[in-house]
């Protein structure tokens, strides 16, 4: 089945900086476009940076600047670089497709705070 494991999410504080990795299973890795997806408190799931089959990327307006998502499709691994975090990027953070059609993983937690 289907399987995404995120991990790198720690306690930081405004202006530091996280490296989120993302492994994948279960699927054709490399066929398809992926994102990371954030979720915080009382809020929606939000797309922040995607990555297309091609290498291309996207970002959220929110983010732009300060993220960069890249892929290794030898290894089926999806990564989210975040430099000069803000407390409003605190949240569960998800990998999954650009859609996220496949069931989400357990997230990993950034908690950015002073």
């Known amino acids: 089945q289907v399987l995404f494991v995120e991990s790198g999410g720690d306690s930081v504080q405004p202006g530091g900086s996280l490296r989120l990795s993302c492994v994948a299973s279960g699927f054709a890795f490399n066929t398809y476009n992926l994102g990371w997806h954030r979720q915080a408190p009382g809020k929606e799931r939000e797309l922040v940076a995607r990555?297309?089959?091609?290498?291309?990327?996207n970002y959220g307006d929110s983010v732009k600047g300060r993220f960069t998502i890249s892929r290794d499709n030898d290894k089926n691994m999806v990564y989210l670089q975040m430099n000069n975090l803000k407390s409003e990027d605190t949240a569960v953070y998800y990998c999954n497709t650009r859609g996220g059609i496949f069931p989400w993983g357990q997230g990993t937690q950034v908690t950015v705070s002073s």
């Open positions: 990555i297309n089959t091609n290498g291309e990327t």
